[in-house]
């Protein structure tokens, strides 16, 4: 029994009308995204990295082509004002540059510097070797299905969040 399988057990002695299965997944969800969440902090924090800063460089590398900053806020499901930190810092530490558009000043390019693609080309293997680790309790079968699975739930809650 874990802390979720405790909570519904509690909920159930004070609201047994309530149905809380949804509960044994999504709170296992919440709580697994955080614990994943931790390691990677702690993984990065060795390359002077945020879990933030490595998405922005992982959508740069998977784009292997210059993007606009909005494009990356929308990867990387960033506010602006919180991309705009991320690219300053970035910047800063010379991995990623910036470019104006000529045409329309406000309009930011974002490529990776050779020393931001050869950052992200050395810990991208280390981020996807922890996950891995985590999932080694998992046949290849049950790694998929779970995948699956949570693609299916993943798009219901997108789907609701664009509706607003």
């Given at each position: 029994m874990d802390a979720v399988d405790r909570a519904r057990a509690q909920w159930a002695a004070q609201h047994p009308d309530v149905d809380t299965s949804g509960m044994a997944v999504v709170a296992?969800?919440?709580?697994?995204?955080?614990?994943?969440?931790?390691?990677?902090?702690?993984?990065?924090?060795?390359?002077?990295?945020?879990?933030?800063?490595?998405?922005?460089?992982?959508a740069l590398r998977r784009a292997d082509a210059p993007l606009r900053a909005r494009e990356i806020a929308t990867l990387t499901s960033s506010p602006g004002a919180t991309l705009t930190k991320r690219l300053d810092r970035l910047h800063g530490a010379g991995l990623v540059e910036r470019r104006t558009f000529e045409r329309d000043r406000r309009g930011v390019l974002v490529t990776l510097s050779d020393q931001g693609r050869a950052l992200i080309d050395a810990v991208l293997p280390?981020?996807?070797?922890?996950e891995l680790d985590l999932l080694a309790d998992l046949s290849d079968d049950e790694r998929t299905t779970l995948?699956?699975?949570?693609?299916?739930?993943?798009?219901?809650a997108e789907t609701r969040a664009a509706r607003g």
């Open positions: 296992r969800v919440l709580r697994l995204a955080g614990l994943v969440g931790h390691d990677h902090e702690a993984g990065l924090a060795r390359h002077d990295l945020t879990l933030g800063e490595f998405e922005v460089l992982a280390e981020h996807a070797a922890r995948a699956d699975l949570l693609a299916r739930v993943l798009a219901t």
